[in-house]
């Protein structure tokens, strides 16, 4: 197995769980302390960010990836801060 980690520094919580919503596989945070937290449970979310929040960003976290994807569509959101668009259904009708 390929370890994939993602370093992300002061980041948008928002766009963040938006990101995450649009991932395939799991998406672990680790903690400094050695906590290892499913960031696709909206439980493990809230735990994870309550612990590592500063303000209104996460000042610095590890995020590991199992689908490669997942580590792809992450690593653009934390370079370009691109948030994947999840309405791809609702569509404007053309007048």
Do not use: W
């Not at 400094?32 to 439980?43: A, Q, R």
């Not at 979310?45 to 309550?50: E, S, V």
């Not at 303000?55 to 610095?60: D, F, P, R, T, V």
């Not at 580590?71 to 791809?88: A, C, S």
């Amino acid at each position: 197995m390929r370890d994939n980690t993602i370093k992300l520094h002061d980041i948008d919580i928002a766009d963040f769980i938006k990101t995450l919503d649009s991932c395939k596989g799991d998406v672990f945070i680790e903690t400094s302390e050695g906590d290892v937290l499913n960031l696709k449970s909206k439980l493990c979310q809230m735990a994870g960010i309550a612990n590592i929040l500063r303000g209104a960003i996460i000042a610095e976290a590890t995020i590991r990836c199992t689908n490669p994807e997942d580590e792809t569509l992450l690593f653009r959101f934390n370079l370009y801060r691109e948030v994947p668009n999840n309405d791809k259904d609702e569509e404007k009708p053309e007048k």
